[in-house]
Structures are given as C-alpha cells and as structure tokens.
C-alpha cells in the first residue's frame, strides 16, 4: 500500500488523490502524479497530533480519470483505512467521473479538500471551480486552495505560500477526523452551578464526535484516602521533582501572610521561602497523588482530557470533609513536562468547565499538541486606570507611552488551576488560603513573560440556535513595569497564576463585554484561518468583532464555496446543522 510515511495505529488516515483527464498526454499525467505525491508527502512532513505522530497519509496509487479508476482508487483507499479525502489536480478533469464517483463511496461526512496550483497549460483552475462549485450544488463542504507553482516541469512545488494555505487546511481536517470517537472525562458536575460550564454531552457529540465519561467524585475521595490507584515510588519521584527541580526554592507555604503584607514575591527575587511543615508536606503528597490518580484512571479510559471539580463539593463545602485542591494537577496536565520528562499535553479544565475544555481541545489539536493556557477573564485594565493607579504607585509611564498594552489596555488573565507551566519563566507553589479552600493543598503560582503570542477566546453554547460560537482574537503577552505588576496581581488572586493579554485587533473596553464566560483560553501555533477551516467542518459559528475587518489577505480564509451560495457563512452553518 502506498503510505508516504509509516503508518501507525492510532492517528487518522488522510487520503490523497489526482484526478485527470483521460486524453491527456502522458508527460502531463506523469507531472500531475507528482504534484499529489508531493502534496502528500508535504503533509507528511509538516502535520503533527498532539503526541508528535504525524498523521497516516495514504497516496493512491494510480490517476483518477474514469468510473471505473474511482471505484478502484476509492477500494484502494478504503482498505487502507482513509478517513478524509484530499485531492489535488493539476488537469482539467471530469468531475463526476473521478472526483465525486471515488467520494461517493464514502460517508457523506468525509471531509473533503481540493487543492492545486493556478496553472494555464492543461488547466487544473477549471476543474477545481467546476468540482468545488458540484460538490456545494449537492450540499457538500469542500473548500479549495488555488495557489502558485510552476506552470512546466515535471516537479513542479508549491510556493511557501500555498504551502502554509495546504496546512492550515489539512490540520483542520486532521483534527475533525481525529477527534471523532474521542473522549473525555468529565468529574462530577459543573462546580459552583456555572451554567457556561455545563458538560454538553449531545452537542459534543453532535459537533465533535467527542464522547464523555462522566464520574462521581467519590471513587477519587476513596482512592486518595486509602492511598490507592497511584504507585508510591512514582509519588516519591514526583515529590522530588516538585521540590527539588521544577519548585527549588519557590514553595510558599505563608500564602496568607504575603497577601496581607503585599509582599512582592514575583519580581524581588530574594525573598526566601519558610520550610515546610510536616502536615504541609502531607498536603502536597495529597495533591501530588491527586495527579497520578486522575493520570491513571484517565489512561484506563483512553481520555484525551478532563475536567474536575474542585470547589464546593471537593475542597471547599464544609458540610463535607474538604480535601485537597487540584491545582498543582490541573497545571501539570496541561504542561509538555512533569517528573518523567517531556510528555503529551492533556488538556484539563479547573471547575470541570467542559465548555472550555472544548474549546482547550480543539486549540491543541489544531496547533500539534501545543499546551492549553485556562485563566479567569478576572480584570480587564482599560488605558485611563491604567493612568489612574500609576498616579496612586508614583509611577511614571513615560518610558512606556508607546507600549501595546498602554493604547489598548490589557487583561489580567488569573486562575488558580489548569494554568500550563509551559506559559511561565519561573514557576512558584503557594499553599492555598484556607478560607477558599479549607482542605488546603497548593497552587501554581506565576507571572508570564512578554512576548506569547498566540489566540485567546473561547466557544459559547446556546440554546436558541442550538450550536456553538466562538468568541476570540489574537493575542499576546505583555509585560509591565514591576511596581504595576505586583499591584495588579494584588489586586486579584497574588498566589495564582496571571497573564497580562492584549488582543490585537480589539480594544480592552470591547474586549471585557464580549467574552462569553468567565473563563477563556491562549493556544500558541495557531493561525486564524486554520481554526475558520475547522469551524467550516464541524459547524461552529465565529463572532465577528465590531469595527473589525471582514477579511484580512493572508489572516482569514476565503469563504466556502457552499457558504458563499447560500447566505454567508452563519446561514449556511445553521443550514447545515438544521436550525435556521
């Protein structure tokens, strides 16, 4: 079988194929062959799932040029497991007696894609308007790259342009067939009553193919009090590298004492952390052996991510017996590292947010395994209180009139769990306050550097259209002077972890209406018009900011085929999914 890279079992199959015409001289059917093996082993090469395994890419064998080339190209790819169609002519051809009879063997929710280069000679152009322009007649989605290459020669590429363009495409396609028959594990039930956290057990399956195990949280209680579905030498190890490596010298176990002091741990670097006491230590195994617990049940059921409960019930009802918080395990879920080395991100939501967990999912599977940042929408700082509280600190913001964060503001991205370590320089532990959280246990806690830069939003449910909508925008990290700072992580939660963002195109004084919960989400490798390509297969509706631009060259993706002839994209979405 013709696999461009070895084929594992696991990622997802993506099939590629050449339609051609059946005149056509035999040189241009060889340059055409070339073209799609050079397209598949582009894929190959530069598509990456979230463990670093590219996906399978399977080129058919031979040239579509008739029925009966279709129906043996279409056997060919379906012995070997196709699960998305990518088709790539370099000739004029005829739709329905290659492209359209080689996809009629497949589901109807197979993902299709046709790509090819802007060439006169032996016109691919015409074939891919006429195929696309068939295939959004009949209701079916299938967006088209018409790039640059070489009109002549036999191997002829793709320019770096288009090359990106066939990406961006085929990563949204890789992660719609990936994620299908996914799951997830969902902890008890949406913590606090947040009803924009609500575990969306249908419309995840509907819109993702993404299934859930939903659990009480007893059988964890259980097992963290008997010491169980943990091995105590991986704990040990794990405390090590938690004291010893990852928190030297950075475990605050005086949290309440800093806080009334206003102390400045973040940025005078020689405050001195106390000992820790015994029972301190105890709590810390608690945490610790939270993870490897919540890790292991997560593997037995084959989980790519999770969501968990940490307020009320678990760590902070009294009616109850408060237990640990599951901070530390949260951060270390959605970090590239922990005591074994580097590993796969897991994407994990603080306050068993499934909505954000969603959004977390999708963002790192379509950035290759990139980690997942969750933080509060806590403080939105607009350019004049910016001025107002440097007057209160006697700071002169001379230095800094030009700086992003002072023409649009910035937000104070602040949550107490799920902040992924990969988002921080230095990285510190403080025990929680028991007031919040009387069954103690420690949180990470840091200030990110400047210079991430990335998208940050997060999908909203509704009930009225019954579909999903993201809400977001590019952004970036941003640093601020050191007394600003501390005063704006005093302001919110000091021992938590906090991100001072700036969205790009939106000024902070439209940013803190329009996010949907308080929760959202940064993703880093992520190009705006591959998440537009993943939101055209899986039926996501996009929110476009006010005074924003409709389409950016380069930045956005040009609209389907099949949104451009009914309605735009929001009537042809809810077309699709049946609820307009």
Known sequence: MPYVNEKKIGPPTLGVFVPCDPRIDESSRKRAFNIGKTTANLLAKRLQMPDGNPPNVF?????????????????????????????VPDTWFFPGKSAMALSAHFPPTTPLVCVGGNNAP????????????????????????????????????????????????????????????????????????????????HAARRFFGLESTRESMKIFADMLQKKGGYNPEELKELKDWVINVKFKDRIFSNTE????????????????APELSEDEKNKLDEGLALYLIIRNYMKDINAIGGGWTSQLAWGSDRKGIPLTTADIAESLFNSTED???????????????????????????????????FMDFRKVYEPWEIEKIAKEIKLDLAPYKEKFWMKKGFIDGNNSGSASLDYAEEVYLFKAIEYYFPGLGFSVGFISPKGITGIAGRMAFSDLSGMFTMVQDEA???????????????????????????????????????????????????????????????LILNYHWENTAEYTEGVDRPLPMLWRINGGEVRGKMLMAGKS
């Open 339 to 373: 005591h074994t080395g580097v590993k796969t991100v897991i994407p994990f939501a603080t306050e068993n947010d499934i909505q954000g967990l969603l959004t977390m999912i999708t963002y790192c599977y379509l950035s290759g395994g990139k980690p997942p940042l």
């Open 476 to 538: 970036q990290s941003v640093e601020l002077p050191p007394a600003l700072r501390e005063r704006c992580c005093h302001a919110s939660n000091y021992s938590w972890p906090h991100t001072f963002l700036t969205f790009k195109n939106i000024p902070s004084s439209l940013a803190k209406v329009g996010m949907p919960a308080n929760h959202f989400h940064m993703i880093t490798g992520l190009p705006r018009r591959r998440w537009q390509h993943f939101s055209d297969y899986n």
């Open 122 to 201: 032996k016109p691919g152009v015409v074939g891919i308007d006429a195929l696309v322009g068939a295939y959004a007649q009949t209701g079916r989605l299938c967006p088209m790259i018409i790039g640059n290459m070489p009109e002549t020669g036999m191997n002829p590429e793709f320019d770096e342009k288009t090359r990106d363009e066939i990406v961006d495409l085929a990563y949204a396609v890789m992660a719609t067939v990936a994620l299908r028959g996914k799951r997830y594990l969902s902890v008890d039930t949406d913590s606090m009553q947040m009803e924009t956290a609500l575990n969306h057990v």
């Open 59 to 87: 080129f058919c064998s031979f040239l579509i040029d008739s029925e009966n080339t279709a129906d043996s190209g279409a056997r060919e790819m379906k012995d070997a497991g196709v699960e998305a169609l990518i088709i």
């Open 257 to 272: 004492e800093i806080v009334q002091s206003q102390q400045a741990v973040y940025t005078q670097k020689n405050i001195k």
